[in-house]
């Protein structure tokens, strides 16, 4: 065996090894995750951790629905907000724009996903909570110290349209383009064609784009840690505080961990946010994966 | 047969980017017949098809210059509305690409789009359509399967009775039977030949036994330049010029 072959050969093994490894890795933290809050498992049923609202941890109460509801109000206002306006920049970028136009957007999406987390959480501290606080909070005829529901909604919203946008504007550009030229051809105008044939088509795929956007937003935990308020109550409205999930165990792990059960607790809370991200995330990228290789 | 011209093509220029594609082509299209664009692969016989139905408005960096009239009326001036002069011609492209949803609901696209919406009314015209394309037999009992569950030599019948579901005047074929095996393509072809009587077709061929067998007009493009245009006959049997010879008897392709 000569020497080329050799690398070639060792270099295919190792990058199997590796592909292997991160397997591995994720089943060895789902495994760590599951063990640690076995404790609490054991000692609580489960329908008690999830659905009651007693949060007393000196008590020996852990009741996770504040926090569970605070994600899902924060995900759910999140999700209302990225969802038309990504689709829309997706379809305008894929169906409208010229090559101009898309070499000027596209680098400024590109930035936008590169941006860290903590970045958007002092974004949203600066200027979304005072604008939560003065302008959208009186409107209601409410008050609000501008860290709510609402907030943290916003500033979500802005972290997950870059992924929502580039993985759409993907998969509509896989729609051929023959497809839309045959639309055409009859006398359609390139809204219907848009709207009847291109999302049709694309519709597996779009709905993926945003699931992914959505698992991406359950799991920020310092955006949503700095602007959500992080109150244990389960919110009444979007100027309400919220206590989301990512938060809980941010704010808390390391401190409160002389509390029995607590850290058990905290495992748990990983755990749950864990298994969402993961299905969404196995969902999306299975069907993803459908439509690059062209099964419908 | 002296038919009135249908598509007059004056001094047309197409551009992508700095690259001329068409050099200045001025031809009469006569109604009713087909007409048959033939030449080398890459010569811009696409191009020209897609500039009368101006599909080529949807390519980025394109520059025409000169005029297409349909009936008299030029399809590129700004007045125009692109959507009326697309109505007017159904599309067959080199493969067939039938929309994203049932046999029924591609043939009825059209005619919703233009207003027709009662189930009843759709219902005759989807089935006259069906027949003219001679695919009725096959699909009407599954009607509202998709349309990717056809046969691609089917999928191209219906993308026929789809586009003849609009009520068009001309007919662009682009290739129309490149993709297809030898029965569905001499299906296309006796389709053709039936409905030429009614419309004007204009179908691009790489094949010549193809052209002569269905067209009375010819068209010959080469490099983007129109070399020349005539009667079936007059091209196949007298070319004027020696490179139409040439490439009728396969010596340039
Ligand atoms: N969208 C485009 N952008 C840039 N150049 C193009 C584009 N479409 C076609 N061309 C070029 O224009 C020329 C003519 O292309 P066209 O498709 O009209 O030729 P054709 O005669 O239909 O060829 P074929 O027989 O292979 O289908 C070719 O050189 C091609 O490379
Ligand atoms: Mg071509």
Not at chain 1, 178 to 183: D, F, G, N
Request: overall charge positive; aromatic content about 8%.
């Amino acid at each position: 065996m000569n020497g080329r072959r050799l690398v070639d050969n060792i270099g295919g093994k190792l990058m199997l090894v590796l592909t292997v490894l991160s397997g591995v890795l994720l089943l060895l933290m789902a495994w760590g995750l599951v063990a640690k809050s076995s404790a609490i498992l054991s000692l609580k049923p489960l329908d008690t951790l999830l659905f009651s609202g007693n949060w007393n941890p000196l008590r020996g109460e852990f009741g996770f629905f504040p926090f569970i509801a605070g994600t899902i109000w924060v995900v759910g206002v999140a999700t209302v907000i990225a969802v038309p306006v990504s689709l829309l920049t997706a379809i305008y970028l894929s169906e409208y724009a010229g090559r101009k136009i898309k070499g000027i957007v596209n680098p400024f999406i590109d930035l936008l996903a590169g941006i860290p987390s903590v970045v958007y959480g002092v974004w949203g501290v600066l200027m979304i909570v005072p604008f939560v606080k003065n302008y959208i909070a009186p409107l209601y005829g409410t008050f609000s110290s501008g860290y709510c529901v609402l907030t943290a909604g916003i500033v979500l919203a802005v972290m997950i349209f870059p992924v929502i946008i580039n993985v759409s504007v993907e998969v509509l550009n896989m729609v051929p383009r023959e497809v839309r030229e045959a639309s055409l051809s009859l006398g359609a105008t390139k809204w219907q064609t848009v709207k009847k044939v291109v999302l049709r088509r694309a519709m597996p795929g779009v709905i993926a784009a945003n699931v992914l956007g959505i698992a991406r937003a359950f799991g920020e935990t310092m955006a949503v840690l700095m602007v959500a308020g992080n109150v244990a109550m389960i919110p009444k409205s979007l100027m309400d505080p919220a206590y989301p999930l990512p938060a809980l165990i941010a704010n808390n792990y390391g401190e409160m961990l002389s509390i029995p059960l607590y850290d058990s607790a905290l495992f748990f809370a990983a755990l749950l946010l864990f298994a969402v991200v993961f299905f969404f995330n196995l969902v999306s990228r299975a069907v993803l994966v459908r439509i690059e290789k062209g099964i419908r | 047969m002296k038919n009135r011209t249908h598509i007059s093509v004056e001094n047309l220029n197409v551009y992508y980017g700095d690259n001329q594609v068409l050099k200045n082509v001025t031809i009469a299209i006569p109604d009713k017949t087909i007409t048959a664009i033939i030449g080398p692969s890459g010569c811009g016989k696409t191009t020209l098809l897609r500039c009368f139905n101006r599909l080529i408005d949807t390519v980025d960096g394109i520059k025409v210059t000169g005029k297409v009239l349909v009936d008299g009326d030029d399809i590129f001036d700004p007045q125009q509305d692109v959507t009326a002069i697309r109505k007017k011609m159904g599309l067959l492209s080199q493969r067939p690409f039938p929309l994203p949803m049932s046999i029924y609901e591609n043939v009825a696209y059209g005619p919703r789009i233009h207003g027709t919406r009662k189930k009843n009314e759709l219902d005759v015209i989807v089935e006259k359509y069906l027949k003219m394309a001679n695919i009725w037999d096959e699909v009407k009992d599954r009607l509202h399967e998709p349309a990717s569950s056809l046969s691609i030599g089917q999928q191209q019948r219906l993308c026929l009775a789809r586009g003849l579901a609009v009520e068009p005047e001309i007919i662009l074929a682009d290739e129309p039977t490149s993709a297809l095996d030898p029965v569905s393509s001499r299906n296309i072809e006796e389709r053709f030949m039936e409905l030429k009587n009614r419309y004007t077709i204009v179908m691009v061929t790489h094949i010549l036994r193809q052209a002569k067998r269905l067209a009375d007009y010819v068209v010959f493009v080469y490099l983007g330049e129109l070399i020349e245009h005539g009667p079936s006959k007059e091209i196949f049997e007298n070319p004027k010029e020696q490179i139409t010879k040439e490439y009728i008897k396969g010596i340039i392709s």
